[in-house]
């Protein structure tokens, strides 16, 4: 199973907004609301922002929203600021059992 | 939550590696449990999850047939027996707490046990 396909960079100057994509196939995310999405800092442990396509854990801002269409979940970032520059991933449940990640996405703030 | 990885370090390839998570802070029986790896300055990759129960196991494509992973409820601990390394194998291991269903969203991590495969 090949990873989901996310792009290697996004950036944005800060107060705008921007969205990552995260496209699978029809035997995970098509297939499935399991879809999560998680930031990490480096030399730091990943951390959740979105689970289950959109909800968001205890504690994570609501400028974090996550959405699916077809085969392809996207998390947006509105009101950038400095330290959500980080890597991204998403991640999801698949039909084999099993859970694919993305390649990550590297988010730059102007 | 705490999860404590051990049991990472240096060995050659073709050899094995037997890596551990110590857990605490809540009911260890009640949740799936995952590894997940990160090798140096690359992305996250899931390499294998177990129910709370052990009767769901499911491995990534690159460690199937080489790799097991196991629990012991009563010792609160989760494993991870690595054969046939090869440096691709190499990365930070994460010991990760899963959901009360094996497919539920993932949950705390730990800090993760460094593997290195050289000769």
């Known amino acids: ?110 | 939550v705490e999860l404590v990885e051990s049991g990472g370090g240096l060995v050659q390839p073709g050899r094995s590696l037997r890596l551990s998570c110590a857990a605490s802070g809540f009911t260890f029986d009640d949740y799936a449990m995952h590894w997940v790896r990160q090798a140096p300055g690359k992305g996250l990759e899931w390499v294998s999850g177990i129910s709370w129960n052990s009767r769901q196991t499911g491995y990534a494509v690159s460690v199937k047939g080489r790799f097991t992973i196991s629990r012991d409820n009563a010792k609160k601990s989760l494993f991870l027996q690595m054969n046939s390394l090869t440096v691709d194998d190499m990365a930070l291991y994460y010991c990760v707490q899963g959901g009360p269903r094996y497919f539920d969203r993932f949950g705390p991590w730990g800090q993760g046990t460094l593997v290195t495969v050289a000769s």
Do not use: M
């Open chain 1, 1 to 110: 199973q090949s990873a989901l396909t996310q792009p290697a960079s996004v950036s944005g100057s800060p107060g705008q907004s921007i969205t990552i994509s995260c496209a699978g196939s029809s035997s995970d995310i098509g297939d499935y609301n399991y879809v999560s999405w998680y930031q990490q800092h480096p030399d730091k442990a990943p951390k959740l922002i979105i689970f289950e396509v959109t909800y968001r854990p205890s504690g994570i801002s609501s400028r974090f929203s996550g959405s699916k269409s077809g085969n392809t979940a996207s998390l947006t970032i509105s009101g950038l600021q400095a330290d959500d520059e980080a890597d991204y991933y998403c991640i999801s449940y698949t039909s084999r059992g099993t859970w694919l990640f993305g390649g990550g996405t590297k988010v730059t703030v102007l």
